[in-house]
């Protein structure tokens, strides 16, 4: 019982939940999105609701039928209590995108020295959820606005 006890200890004083300055899993990211544009394509983002120091997300992105590109995403919180975003483009190796910026309704990731994109930052505005791409100056930004998807209601797709 007391190695019970002492390893329970260990774990909680380790706890990344113990750095107060550290942000918040995004929670205002959780749900369906989906944008439709003119000539018939469309994305969508599904983001898990935050747990156990984890989101887990998935994206794709297509036109009419048939959907070119997909992803695989994890927001997870570290040990030492700094959130990382992980991409993987078509299944491909994750790259790690540490938070620079954060707030109750938005959160920014970069890493300098990925090719492209360099720059992840997601937002809330009302009833939609924004993403933008970029370099690290802002050149070569991609943005999409999503709305919830199916119909959702603004009191159904607000953050928590």
Request: charged letters at 25%; one cysteine or more.
């Amino acid at each position: 019982m007391r190695i019970i006890i002492l390893g329970l200890a260990g774990l909680l004083s380790a706890s990344p939940l113990a750095a107060a300055d550290s942000p918040e899993l995004p929670r205002c990211m959780t749900g369906a999105w989906e944008q439709n544009r003119p000539e018939g394509q469309w994305a969508d983002e599904y983001w898990t609701p935050p747990r156990g120091g984890l989101m887990i997300g998935a994206a794709r992105i297509g036109k009419g039928d048939k959907a070119v590109v997909f992803e695989h995403m994890r927001i997870i919180r570290r040990d030492d209590g700094t959130l990382v975003f992980l991409a993987q483009p078509f299944g491909r190796p994750a790259v790690e995108f540490p938070t620079v910026d954060a707030g109750s309704t938005m959160i920014e990731f970069a890493n300098p020295a990925h090719d492209y994109p360099q720059r992840i930052r997601y937002w809330r505005e009302g009833d939609r959820l924004k993403a933008r791409i970029s370099r690290m100056d802002g050149s070569q930004a991609e943005e999409w606005d999503y709305g919830p998807m199916g119909g959702a209601t603004p009191a159904q797709a607000r953050p928590r």
